[in-house]
């Protein structure tokens, strides 16, 4: 066997099997969704300043003002027409809630079927897909459609009874926010918190006119160091008036401290959450996205059935990763969708590594690739052009990295596969760790 279906024959086993926690991070599902959902209705994040793709959406950033109660956090969000759909459809789900924890609930038939309307339309999409696979494999058992929809139900919007409130979900708690006295509570959707933030009445369908559109005030950052030059996440303090709808009533409300993802599509962040939570599929508690470690908080209900919060925590960069700026690029690369994965890399082989280093690449489509033109980038942008390389259906291929083209960092890194048009097809990350390791190569 050659040492390339070898490469791949491991990658199979160990997508296979259930890994262990480092081996979860080293497929990273996280950035494997995020790409996913980024194909589909996510929306690209931006530091302040940068140039957004109005054709492909984007949320950018303002740049932090403390002393500034009318500063937007999501400055400017660009929404393409033909992403719209399951943000309209989540949207109607907003005012479905009492406020306050202790409230009971009372779910009318027409707010049922908008959550069935929401599930109809997020259960196919890129990065639902990708979440499901994942779990397949994990638990090494089949999900057919109607099995995933019924656990998005169960683990999203299944009522429970915790600490003697009556009627709590996830969907609620992380999607909309709900009242602890005169607290926040939950609150984690990037979209909700844009249009409480000016645009609140697209909330309310007129059931409560008399409330105005701007909901937030913006108090200061809590970033964590180095947090400001990753626009995937934010971690802020604010005040909300939300509205009781029950009691047709405004209630002053602090978020001392809470953050969410930016940019990610609501299905993007459902999928997120249901593999962090499926118990049976043991994902990695860190993600490692857009170049950022996350430590992505999960808690249960009691009976650990259904989600109670979820919520990502800054971490850092990634160790020997770039700081989101990598080469002057202030926006992480669109991902598209294509059948030829980075499937593995010898990062640190034995002796001198410049020109020794290597990575296997596979076709896992049902078409001949032609990958002549192709590039393979280093996280330092160096890059190696592959030559007459063809790759039939299932076939894999070695490539060696000559002296003075990409280099594979043993502090860590990333490896990117462009295609002749520039599009990025796939990219991997390792650790330090994973890399420290001479002569062993590591799988993705």
Known sequence: MSMALLVVALYLLTRGLKESEEGNVLANIYQEIWDADQSGNGLEPLVAGAVGNEQRGFVRLGA?????????????????????????????????????????????????????????????????????????????????????????????????????????????????????????????????????????????????????????????????????????????????????YERKAVRPLVKKKGGFFVGCSVEGLLALGAVRAHLGARAPKEALIGGARYDLKMFRSEDQKNIRTFYPVFLGPVEGGDDGQAGGDSTQPVVTSGSVRIVAALVNPMGDDEGSESVTFVNTGRERVDLNGWRLLDKAKKHYTIGDVRLAPGQAFTQVLPRNTAQLSNKGGEIRLVDGAGSTIHIVSYSKAQASRQGETVVF
């Open 64 to 244: 932090a003002s403390s002393a500034d109660a009318d500063f937007k956090v999501l400055a400017d969000v660009s929404l393409p027409a033909p992403k719209q759909t399951t943000y309209d459809l989540v949207r109607a789900l907003f005012d479905n809630y009492a406020l306050s924890e202790r409230d009971p609930e009372t779910e009318t038939p027409e707010e049922r079927e908008e959550v069935h309307d929401l599930l109809d339309a997020v259960i196919d999409t890129p990065p639902m897909q990708v979440a499901r696979r994942f779990i397949e494999r994990a638990t090494g058992t089949s999900v057919s459609s109607q099995r995933w929809y019924a656990t998005l139900l169960e683990l999203w919007f299944r009522r429970f009874s915790q600490g003697g409130d009556p009627d709590l979900s996830g969907f609620e708690h992380v999607f909309v926010g709900e009242q602890q006295q005169r607290v926040v509570q939950g609150y984690h959707f990037w979209y909700k918190y844009w249009l409480d933030d000016g645009l609140a009445r697209q909330i309310d369908r007129n059931l409560f006119p008399a409330l105005r559109d701007d909901r937030i005030q913006y108090l200061r950052s809590e970033a964590s160091e180095g947090q400001e030059v990753f626009p995937h996440s934010v971690t802020i303090a604010y005040r909300w008036d939300a509205p009781d």
